[in-house]
């Protein structure tokens, strides 16, 4: 079977888009045009086994990135399992407000596959980082990728801060889990190949950031990532523990205490 042959043949079980980047990742090319000039290369009957069962996984709902094994995040390649969130283009933004901030330290609670920590040391060398995660699964993507990518950073295992001697005026950032099960927008089947450890939290998916913000006991900043449906219940969380609001326009909250 050729490219050609096989990509049509796979359009009709999953998007073209995703077929092509399946055999691209197998064939470990430089990226689709290799398939547009080699349309009528036979694939090899190994090759063609395993193109196939990715295509079965896609077909499934399985998310590309676990069937790729990486995701991109701010221009550089993440290697994700499902050990981890798949890093979300949204959260970009949050590496934005971050570099605005010009901070010296920072430290990413919930650092899953260590995209914002990572992304962060490189963006900003000056910087010292640190990582904290619950889970010790996490934590090994995280350093793998860090390795891969060539970006010192300090991985600890912690409960949130239970386990971490936070410093005056780090700047925190926490992309924690925040949906609500029981919200009625979201698609709890297309969500079922990640952890649910990294997605759900309790107290319509706040429990986790209240409990984050009662534990910081220094001056620092903080950075949140949060459905827009929270943000006035954070804003005012926040508040009665003594930080002040300092960015108005951006979805994700700029907190300093």
């Known amino acids: 079977m050729t ?13 073209r888009l995703d077929a092509e980047l399946i055999l691209v990742n197998l064939l ?3 990226d689709r045009s290799y398939l547009v000039a080699h349309d009528d290369e036979i694939l090899s009957s190994n090759l063609l086994d395993l ?3 990715q295509l079965e996984r896609r077909a499934a709902g399985e998310p590309l990135a676990y069937i790729l094994g990486w995701r991109e995040f701010y221009g550089r390649r993440f290697k994700v399992t499902r050990s981890v969130l798949i890093p979300r283009p949204e959260t ?5 407000l971050a570099k605005k901030a010009k901070p010296t330290k920072i430290l990413d609670v919930g650092t899953g596959s260590g995209c914002i920590a990572i992304t ?8 010292s980082v640190d990582a904290i995660d619950i889970s010790p699964s996490a934590l090994a993507i995280a350093q793998a990728n860090a390795k891969s990518l060539g970006a010192k950073v300090n991985f600890f295992k912690s409960d949130l801060l239970d386990d971490y001697e936070l410093e005056p005026n780090t700047l925190i950032i926490a992309n924690l889990p925040y949906v609500d099960q029981n919200w009625s927008w979201i698609n709890l089947n297309t969500l079922s190949f990640e952890p649910g ?3 759900y939290a309790e107290q319509e998916g706040l429990a986790l950031i209240y409990r984050l913000i009662q534990s910081i006991n220094t001056s620092c ?8 449906s929270q943000h006035e219940k954070i804003i005012a969380f926040a508040r009665d523990f003594g930080f002040k ?5 951006d979805f994700i909250l700029s907190f300093k205490k």
């Open 221 to 228: 900043r903080l950075l949140i990532e949060a459905d827009p």
């Open 120 to 127: 962060c040391t490189l963006e900003m060398p000056k910087a």
């Open 197 to 199: 450890l990294a997605l």
């Open 28 to 30: 470990h090319v430089g």
């Open 3 to 15: 490219i050609t042959e096989w990509i049509s043949a796979a359009s009709k079980k999953i998007d």
């Open 245 to 249: 609001k300092t960015n108005q326009k």
């Open 92 to 96: 970009e933004t949050i590496i934005d």
């Open 51 to 53: 193109a196939n069962a």
